[in-house]
């Protein structure tokens, strides 16, 4: 059979009422589950395709009105009863009822597409085209993945008034994706990313802190507030999940921190550049993510890929996501167009130039007043022209202050060659790190790597007296490797420490990364000692600021709805909108 090239992203009416049937949790089990969607795989790519050339299989699962909770699986009903009857007989005799709706109400999601030759997973994390194997009930199928979009209208839900007046268009945005959204931030990332840079021109007023913070929660992104060296930073971490063979990534937790001593203005601002690097970056961060497990495995990688990631390639790497994140702020902070008109027909005797409209918005913003007048934007006129003329002749410097990197961005986003360049550096990022992901996927064994070998090192070595000082002392985000004496290792155990009460932190306990809650812990002695029988070394994950501030709400609220209930309570100071009945239903 021939293979079938898909579009990418592949579009799917998430309205379409679906043949579907469900299985009862409390009867069935998932490997059965897994075996009925194995069995129709096979009965369909054995048999040729005829008119329709792709076929989406749908999956999920969904707890319904009376507290059932069961496992779904369904296809298109257009598809036609000789594709049902494939269904029926591979579902037979498990299936628990059956029916004919849209997904939202069976739970289904898009999870394969079933094409002459060829089995693509939905999976917007990995990249498009990029290949895998899908494990079915004992059985291996290749597959390539690829991302989906929803297509044609979905009906509009319920939008805040404040929203529809600062973004005419978020309306539309909001109601596209909430009608879809999952559980999962990185799968909601493909459903902004279509429309982001849409959303950024249509700004036509004055946005706060807290209604970005609202958009950030609509997208399942928690934004966290504590006090840090930062402006603000994107966390992303894997989820593990214990496999028939062992421990795999199941997904990603994507989390913001901003640093809660910054103005409001300033906090306005570093969430708009965290959500530029959330959406143009996230693979970028995962990459990374991914790329500790990988140099756990299998030591060499780190000298593999430090030998591309050089300091020069680093700088330029910098240079590229903060200034697409910082232009990502400019848009957010300083509107297009509109307002300046609408600054103009309030308190402008004399037409203004759209730079002097811009500068005006700037100039409110880093005097942290909201409030306008004739008198004062007169005096922002004062000196306009000069400092607009000196930030125009300026170069772009990353390390500079925030607020000045945002007007530089300001003066300089109209530029095609700029939006050029910078979507074709981004393009080379993304290569080299399918370019790194392929050639770990295809490395036939563990190669060897000695602790102190000459070259380039991805991560910082720590020696073993030092690392609870370390470790407790200073703002950490990234892993350390514990420098021993030069020998030869095959990989390293990745620990994290494990969260003692603040008054105990005399002593760090760790546990293996990827069953944090579930590990047996122990001390860096006794790893030290099953890392050398092993011939591996030991790869250190901090608590970083972030991940404290969370763990410390749980020690104080032990609950998990209690967790949940302050950080909403904690959005919504942030919004400045605290109204008794949203307490009440917080």
């Known amino acids: ?71 779904s699986v369904g296809i298109s009903n257009k598809y036609g009863q000789k594709y049902h009857d494939v269904l029926i007989a591979c579902v037979y005799p498990l299936s628990d009822d059956y029916g004919s709706r849209p997904p939202s109400e069976n739970g289904c999601k898009p999870y394969l597409l079933l094409t002459p030759g060829k089995i693509w997973q939905f999976d917007a994390r990995k990249p498009p085209g990029s290949e895998g194997t899908l494990e079915l009930a004992g059985k291996s199928f290749p ?48 459903r902004i990313r279509e429309v982001f840079e849409n959303l950024l021109r249509e700004n036509r007023g004055d946005l706060d802190y807290g209604f970005l913070g609202r958009f950030c929660r609509a997208l399942r992104l928690p934004v966290i507030e504590f006090p840090m ?53 996230l693979l970028f961060y995962i990459f990374f ?17 430090a030998e591309r990631l050089t300091a020069e390639w680093q700088q330029a790497y910098y240079r590229t996501t903060e200034l697409r994140a910082d232009l990502t702020a400019s848009y957010f902070v300083v509107p297009v167009g509109a307002a300046g008109s609408w600054i103009e027909n309030h308190f402008s005797d004399k037409p203004l130039t ?25 005096r922002y006129l004062e000196d306009a022209q000069q400092a607009i003329q000196k930030i125009q002749a300026a170069d772009y410097d990353p390390h500079a202050p925030l607020f000045e990197r945002v007007a530089w961005c300001t003066y300089h986003r109209s530029k095609r060659d700029l939006q050029a360049e910078l979507e074709r550096q981004e393009a080379e990022i993304q290569s080299l790190f399918d370019e790194f992901e392929q050639s770990f996927q295809e490395s036939p064994s563990p190669r060897r790597a000695t602790a102190k070998q000459p070259g380039e090192r991805l991560y910082r070595r720590v020696a073993p007296d030092k690392v609870q000082a370390v470790f407790w002392s200073e703002e950490m985000w990234d892993p350390v490797i514990v420098e021993h004496e030069a020998k030869s290792i095959q990989g390293y155990i990745g620990l994290i420490p494990r969260w003692q009460p603040r008054d105990r932190w005399e002593s760090i306990d760790w546990v293996v990364s990827f069953e944090p809650y579930e590990g047996a812990p122990g001390d860096l002695k006794t790893w030290e000692e099953i890392a050398e029988r092993h011939g591996l070394g030991l790869m250190l994950y901090p608590l970083n600021p972030l991940e404290r501030t969370v763990r410390r709400m749980r020690e104080e609220m032990p609950s998990v709805d209690n967790l949940l209930n302050y950080l909403q309570s904690q959005l919504r100071d942030a919004e400045g909108d605290t109204t008794a009945e949203e307490d009440e239903n917080g």
């Not at 059965?32 to 009965?43: I, L, S």
């Not at 939008?159 to 596209?176: G, N, Q, R, S």
């Not at 921190?257 to 409001?264: M, Q, T, V």
């Not at 991914?290 to 593999?304: D, T």
């Open 143 to 190: 597959v390539a993945y690829l991302p989906y979009k929803p297509k044609g209208r979905r009906k509009k839900s319920e939008v805040d008034p404040d929203m529809m007046e600062l973004f005419p268009y978020l309306d539309e945005v909001i109601a596209d994706v909430e009608s879809i959204l999952t559980d999962s931030v990185v799968e909601n990332w493909f």
């Open 354 to 378: 759209p730079d002097s409209q811009e500068y005006i918005w700037l100039k409110r913003l880093e005097e942290e007043n909201p409030q306008l007048s004739g008198e004062r934007i007169n």
């Open 229 to 281: 060296r930062e402006n603000g930073r994107i966390a992303v971490n894997p989820v593990w999940e214990k496999r028939v063979e062992g421990y795999g990534i199941k997904d990603f937790t994507v989390r913001v921190a901003i640093n809660e001593k910054l103005s409001a203005s300033n906090k306005l601002m570093a969430l708009s550049h965290e959500l530029g690097h959330f959406v143009y970056h």
């Open 289 to 305: 993510a991914r790329l500790h497990s990988f140099v756990e495995m299998e030591a060499g990688v780190e000298s593999r890929v």
């Open 1 to 71: 059979m021939s293979e079938s090239q898909p579009i990418i992203p592949y579009l799917i009416d998430l309205n379409e009422d679906l043949h579907f049937h469900v299985f009862l949790k409390e009867r069935r089990t998932v490997e059965q589950v897994d075996g009925v969607v194995a069995n129709f795989v096979e009965k369909l790519m054995a048999k040729p395709f005829g008119s329709r050339k792709e076929i989406v299989f749908w999956r999920g699962e969904y707890t319904n009105s009376h507290g059932m909770k069961m496992w």
